[in-house]
């Protein structure tokens, strides 16, 4: 089945710095991407929708300037977290969609557990 | 507004037992709803979904869900249950029209599982 993949899996940076997390799919094709926070006990919030090519679509109460989204390719997406700070800390999960998943439609990568100290 | 509610923080059941998630939605339309499972620290995996047809669906590692639009309920059950099925259940529901964005997912908030042997 479709793989996605996020790097890295866990990060630990200092407040005030930035950081990049990577979402790949290996065997398929994504025409859109999406980007998830979630905090403990909490369900998953959708922060953006990232489509390859153009600018990402961003939630209510998502800050663009604060979480920037690239979609290069086809198969990769990135999330940046500009000026990282202790409130940021997160599980990031990414999914991406696959026009030809059938059933499954989107998968989901494994996550990114970000810590900002 | 569009709206996934599931309504247990937890649920508790022994090994063996059936056991029942619970998931109520509001969406105008018909939507598309699905179950994911969350083992700790890790992405979300795909379980089972409902589109149209049959209000029971079969979906993976022996669960099943019942579709009830009357009650507008989509409840995931197992016939007995599996100390290996301790996880994170999240019930998600997605507009089906084909708009912008369509594919995005509103995920409830999730129910910890606990099978105990």
């Known amino acids: 089945g479709a793989v996605v993949s996020q790097h890295p899996s866990r990060v630990i940076c200092k407040s005030g710095t930035s950081v990049k997390i990577e979402c790949r799919s290996l065997d398929f094709q994504a025409t859109t991407m999406f980007w998830y926070r979630q905090f403990p006990k909490q369900s998953l919030m959708l922060m953006a929708t990232s489509n390859e090519g153009s600018k990402a679509t961003y939630e209510q109460g998502v800050e663009k300037d604060k979480f920037l989204i690239n979609h290069a390719s086809l198969t990769l997406s990135t999330l940046t977290v500009t000026s990282a700070h202790p409130e940021d800390s997160s599980f990031y999960i990414c999914?991406?969609?696959?026009?030809?998943?059938?059933?499954?439609?989107?998968?989901f990568g494994p996550g990114t557990r970000l810590t900002v100290l | 507004a569009q709206s996934v509610a599931q309504p247990e923080d937890q649920v508790n059941v022994a090994e063996g037992n059936p056991l029942t998630v619970k998931c109520t939605y509001s969406v105008s339309g018909n939507p598309y709803l699905f179950w994911y499972v969350q083992y700790p620290n890790r992405g979300l995996q795909f379980l089972l979904k409902?589109?149209?047809?049959?209000?029971l669906v079969k979906g993976s590692y022996g669960f099943e869900a019942e579709f009830n639009k009357s009650q507008t309920s989509f409840h995931l059950k197992k016939p007995s249950a599996l100390v290996s099925d301790s996880a994170l259940y999240f019930c998600a529901v997605r507009d089906p029209r084909h708009t912008s964005g369509t594919y995005k997912y509103i995920f409830g908030t999730g129910t910890r599982l606990k099978v105990l042997a």
């Open positions: 409902y589109i149209t047809g049959d209000n």
């Open positions: 999914s991406a969609r696959d026009p030809w998943g059938g059933l499954r439609e989107q998968f």
